[in-house]
């Protein structure tokens, strides 16, 4: 799925709590992947609950 694939007609903004750690660490991953913090999120949360 490429940057800005997800339409917003048929997506919802959330907002989340993280600790400064983690999302650090969520950075770099996003700069090591060439990807955005929605993009890898919604990754691990598909990989996480086995949705493809």
Do not use: N, Y
Request: positive net charge; without cysteine; aromatic residues 2%.
């Amino acid at each position: 799925m490429k940057r800005g694939s997800v339409s917003r007609k048929e997506s919802t903004i959330i907002a989340l709590w993280l600790p400064k750690p983690l999302l650090e660490s969520l950075d770099r991953a996003v700069r090591a992947q060439d990807s955005d913090r929605s993009k890898l999120i919604r990754k691990a949360i598909r990989e996480k609950i086995g949705m493809p």
